[in-house]
């Protein structure tokens, strides 16, 4: 699925203006390459998180890590759209790493604005190892 702009009913360039405010913050002494990221949440906030880097490089957090965990102090919920952005303001595709993150809290056909449009999660992380593999429920809201 490949869904255009108007199809989706998504407002993708509010998102993608949240994303590149939440970029603004981002914490990048060391690879100079900040990154912001936003989210749509199934009760209609919009969440969002900024790269901070560490010293001991591989302690790095991108900034989808920052916006999984506003999600959780803000309410908890789903994400059903996603967008980052470099440090140009331009669409970035969450690492591999970051896919999963999203998986965890994704709502049912959450899509994500990606250098080749619009794509659901099950796209860009197909056959995806989740909650589900360890027989959890699935899990909504705050405190769960
Ligand atoms: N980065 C993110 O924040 N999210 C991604 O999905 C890709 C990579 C950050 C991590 C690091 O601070 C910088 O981009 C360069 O790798």
Redesign the pocket.
Known sequence: MNLSFKDSGIDWEALQEAAAKAMQHAY?PY?K?P?G?AALTDDGRIVSGC?V?NASYGL?L???CSLVSQLRMTGGGKLVAFS?VDGQGNI????GR?RQLLHEFRAPGMQLMTVSGIRTMDEVLPDAFGPENLGEPTRTGSGQ
Do not use: G, H, I
């Not at 970035?92 to 690492?95: G, K």
């Open positions: 990048v690879s390459y990154v990221a790269n880097e790095t991108c900034a989808e980052c970035l595709m969450p690492c970051c």
